[in-house]
């Protein structure tokens, strides 16, 4: 299988702390992306981070991509019950395809 | 405005019937793409077009039909429906600078 596996499926946490999750893919990629899916939502894009990068931040979002490992994690930093949601990552490979991993359904408790 | 727009949102039919679901954007992107979510959240890629041109194409059955009038629109015609392909079907679309995908609200197929 192509996919990406993300780790934990699922994650509680309480508002202010920090939320880290991980993701493994197996093939090349050109870039590695995160998506956020609200609950009978479409996904929308959080971040993408280059083959060629270690580290990426865009607000409270901290991306690490560690190529020789296949793997990238996403930290969200002081959580809110907002942030409540599934997060998928996606691995962005030659002619515009993306893969996505299994996601890991995110629950922020107020 | 709304950058990716499906209809119908919500579509419950019966088992061997025909439907389509209809998707627009207006992000004047050249790449717009079809996913399928099951139930457990598993997004998978089914189809897509670059400038009206399929370009992906994975396993699915014949019955499933993608077509593209214009750059701007991707419709997906369903025949003779079955249980399995109840899920969430996603449009989306992409620029050809990066990768990034802007996706449609979703449209929930129920099959009886």
């Known amino acids: 299988s192509q996919q990406g596996e993300e780790d934990p499926q699922a994650l509680s946490i309480q508002e202010g702390e920090n939320a880290t999750m991980n993701c493994s893919y197996k093939t090349s990629i050109n870039n590695l992306q995160w998506y956020r899916q609200n609950s009978g939502r479409g996904l929308v894009h959080l971040i993408l981070i280059r083959s060629n990068e270690r580290e990426k931040h865009s607000g409270r979002l901290r991306v690490t991509l560690d190529t020789s490992k296949k793997s990238s994690s996403l930290l969200i930093t002081a959580s809110r019950a907002a942030d409540t949601a599934s997060y998928f990552c996606a691995q962005g490979t030659s002619g515009s395809r993306l893969t996505f991993g299994e996601g890991t359904q995110l629950t922020v408790n107020p | 405005d709304t950058a990716v727009s499906q209809t119908p949102k919500y579509l419950v039919t019966q088992m061997g019937n025909d439907k389509s679901i209809k998707c627009e954007q207006n992000?004047?992107?050249?790449?717009m793409y079809w996913y399928k979510q099951d139930s457990k959240k598993f997004l998978k890629i089914m189809f897509s077009y670059n400038n009206k041109e399929l370009i992906i194409n994975e396993t699915v059955p014949n019955r499933f039909s993608p077509k593209s009038p214009d750059k701007a629109h991707l419709n997906l015609h369903i025949n003779s429906l079955e249980l399995g392909d109840s899920a969430v079907y996603f449009c989306?679309?992409?620029?050809?600078?990066?990768?990034?995908?802007?996706f449609g609200p979703g449209t929930r197929l129920t099959v009886l």
């Open positions: 989306a679309s992409a620029g050809l600078e990066i990768n990034e995908q802007f």
């Open positions: 992000l004047g992107h050249d790449t």
